[in-house]
């Protein structure tokens, strides 16, 4: 192929990039959602051409050119006007729930696929001699009941023990989502056995008579703590299913188009989970009495499902992917 059939087969592509990418960089100019994924995919295809240019058709003009246009699209994509305050309420009130919002019935699998091995389990143990007996030997469990459950709490100082309570819940939170890549198999499998543990310390406690002083220490944190997993767990299935539905993309495409919005619902989390280990470490364990220890919980679980379904629904109207991209969509 020569220089001026290259140019003929590409000029459209070229032309809607410089379009997108002027409009892109101008102040008073939104893009729509769909508009920001086709400017990165515009960029990656004429970055493309631009290499194949400089291998197989050498051009210096063409080349000068194209390399011009790169760099327009290039400062569209990283180098937007956009503040960074402003690219920051961006992303939590438009990318973070949009994503959410894409993956809601995912995010519900999740839950149920967390909650029910809890009660399951919780359920049987508190109810049977035998599933008690079977748990663990009698001197284990009459040392949480009686001690270790509570004492766990106050284990450490508040500020070195909320920051190992974050890194655990990230790291559980990251194989929650990470493992989606086996196809959601991994993903469901991680949710199916952290709440069975729940399930088991839960029946422990109540079969001892404890469960007041269960749903006391594990409510205030926890609510906000099980939230921020379950979202991580419906990324993790919507890699998955990125992988055996990719639609009309290859599969490749659909799980880097999945991943992208994974990868905000991860991001977006962090400080969510940062919220749960604080109140896990200066408010569980604090001489306030139960009811207003389980409020603050409460505040925080409502506070955040209100945060990310209705902003992710209104988000979604406007055509907000739920991608990194979202946010130069203003």
């Given at each position: 192929?020569d220089v001026?059939?290259?140019?003929?087969q590409h000029?459209?592509?070229w032309?809607?990039?410089?379009?997108?990418?002027r409009?892109?960089?101008?102040?008073?100019?939104q893009l729509?959602?769909?508009e920001v994924d086709?400017?990165i995919?515009?960029?990656?295809?004429?970055s493309a051409d631009?290499?194949?240019?400089?291998t197989h058709?050498?051009?210096?003009?063409?080349?000068g050119?194209?390399?011009?246009?790169?760099?327009?699209?290039n400062?569209a994509i990283?180098?937007?006007?956009?503040?960074?305050?402003r690219a920051?309420?961006?992303?939590l009130?438009?990318?973070l729930p949009a994503?959410?919002w894409?993956?809601?019935?995912?995010?519900?699998?999740?839950a149920?696929v967390?909650i029910?091995p809890?009660?399951?389990?919780?359920?049987?143990?508190?109810?049977?001699?035998?599933?008690?007996?079977?748990?663990?030997p009698?001197?284990?469990?009459?040392?949480?009941?009686?001690?270790?459950f509570?004492?766990?709490y106050?284990?450490?100082?508040a500020?070195?023990?909320?920051?190992?309570?974050?890194?655990?819940?990230?790291?559980v939170a990251?194989l929650?989502?990470?493992l989606g890549?086996?196809l959601?198999?991994g993903?469901?499998?991680?949710l199916?056995?952290?709440?069975?543990?729940?399930g088991v310390v839960?029946?422990?406690m109540h079969?001892?008579?404890s469960?007041?002083?269960?749903w006391?220490?594990?409510?205030p944190?926890?609510?906000?703590?099980?939230?921020?997993?379950?979202?991580?767990?419906?990324?993790?299935?919507?890699?998955?299913?990125?992988?055996?539905s990719?639609?009309?993309?290859?599969?490749?495409?659909?799980l880097?188009d999945?991943?992208?919005?994974?990868?905000?619902?991860?991001?977006?989390?962090?400080?969510?989970?940062?919220v749960a280990?604080?109140?896990?470490?200066?408010?569980?364990?604090?001489?306030l009495?139960?009811t207003?220890r389980?409020?603050?919980?409460?505040?925080?679980?409502v506070?955040?499902?209100?945060w990310v379904?209705?902003?992710?629904?209104?988000a979604?109207?406007?055509g907000?992917?739920?991608?990194?991209g979202d946010?130069?969509?203003g």
């Open positions: 192929m001026a059939s290259f140019v003929e000029r459209p592509q032309d809607r990039l410089e379009e997108l990418s409009r892109a960089g101008t102040r008073n100019s729509a959602g769909t086709e400017l995919e515009l960029y990656h295809r004429t631009l290499s194949e240019l400089r058709l050498p051009d210096p003009m063409l080349i050119s194209l390399t011009e246009l790169v760099g327009l699209a400062g990283y180098g937007s006007r956009t503040s960074a305050i920051l309420r961006s992303f009130s438009v990318t994503a959410v894409a993956h809601r019935y995912r995010i519900l699998l999740s149920i967390l029910a809890a009660l399951a389990f919780g359920t049987w143990i508190a109810n049977s001699d035998a599933a008690l007996q079977a748990s663990a009698s001197y284990v469990r009459e040392a949480l009941v009686e001690e270790e509570e004492d766990y106050s284990s450490a100082p500020g070195q023990f909320s920051t190992e309570v974050f890194i655990n819940n990230v790291q990251f929650a989502f990470a890549i086996t959601g198999l993903s469901l499998w991680v199916a056995f952290n709440g069975a543990n729940v839960a029946g422990m079969a001892a008579g469960g007041s002083l269960f006391g220490l594990i409510l944190h926890g609510l906000l703590e099980i939230s921020a997993i379950v979202v991580a767990g419906g990324a993790g299935l919507g890699l998955g299913w990125s992988i055996i990719p639609g009309d993309r290859t599969r490749a495409q659909s880097a999945e991943g992208q919005r994974a990868a905000v619902i991860v991001l977006g989390l962090i400080p969510v989970f940062g280990a604080l109140i896990e470490a200066f408010v569980t364990p604090s001489p009495s139960t207003a389980v409020l603050i919980g409460i505040a925080a679980f506070a955040f499902w209100t379904l209705p902003w992710g629904r209104a979604a109207t406007i907000a992917s739920g991608r990194f946010v130069l969509a």
